[in-house]
């Protein structure tokens, strides 16, 4: 399902879907969510786990630019620089 309308209002970043419903997210869980391999980590063919070791709480952060990635995510610039996570629709309506 598509979004109809997104805002970043205060601190949060805050959907309105299709469907009517909406979905708000602070700007420090969206940051801690970030589904980039800086944030989660990656594997390599062998299993061996890189990167995911980086902070888990952003206090303060701030979303400063959305980007719109085809028609099926959204990509936040975040306050300390973080601009990598892609954020799909599903995963944004999940999160909420």
Request: aromatic residues 10%; charged residues 20%.
């Amino acid at each position: 399902m598509n979004p109809e309308d997104i805002q970043i209002i205060g601190g949060e970043l805050c959907i309105r879907w299709q469907d009517g419903s909406e979905t708000y997210l602070n700007a420090e869980k969206l940051r801690a969510h970030s589904p980039s391999a800086e944030n989660i980590g990656e594997k390599d063919i062998l299993g061996n786990q890189y990167g995911g070791q980086g902070p888990k709480t952003f206090p303060g952060i701030q979303i400063v630019r959305l980007d719109t990635i085809g028609n099926y995510a959204l990509r936040p610039t975040f306050s300390d620089g973080h601009s990598s996570g892609i954020y799909s629709w599903d995963y944004l309506r999940n999160l909420g």
